[in-house]
């Protein structure tokens, strides 16, 4: 079984910055793939952001592309999402999830949550305009 347990999130005017973190503890994959997704009040969640295990590649849904980076640190299982430049639209709680697969390139397949088999426990992050 593998534990994803985020950090970071809370309340940022608009145009503040925000980091997020989520470590993994437990069963550890040879190789594995990490996503950030978001849910707004009433909307569906959406992608928002994807790491390969050697952070070759990473995507990012159209609305955050150039606010926001997706980083990790494997010698720590950690993976990081940093929020720059933040909007009352961001507004939402954000979740982590692991894919053990490694196998997407795409964003279409990282926007898939079927693709991700564990999740964090979701973290609020609230931007005041």
């Known amino acids: 079984q593998v534990q994803l347990v985020q950090s970071g999130g809370g309340l940022v005017q608009a145009g503040g910055s925000l980091r997020l973190s989520c470590a993994a503890s437990?069963?550890?994959?040879?190789?594995?793939?990490m996503g950030w997704f978001r849910q707004a009040p009433g909307k569906e969640r959406e992608f928002v952001a994807a790491?390969?295990?050697?952070?070759?590649?990473?995507r990012y849904a159209d609305s955050v592309t150039g606010r926001f980076t997706i980083s990790r640190d494997n010698s720590k299982n950690t993976v990081y999402l940093q929020m720059y430049s933040l909007k009352p639209e961001d507004t939402a709680v954000y979740s982590c999830?692991?894919?053990?697969?490694?196998?997407?390139?795409?964003?279409?397949?990282?926007?898939?949550?079927?693709?991700?088999?564990?999740w964090g426990q979701g973290t609020q992050v609230t931007v005041s305009s």
């Open positions: 790491i390969s295990w050697n952070s070759g590649r990473s």
């Open positions: 437990g069963r550890t994959f040879n190789r594995h793939a």
């Open positions: 999830a692991l894919d053990p697969s490694d196998y997407c390139s795409t964003n279409v397949c990282y926007a898939r949550s079927s693709q991700y088999t564990y």
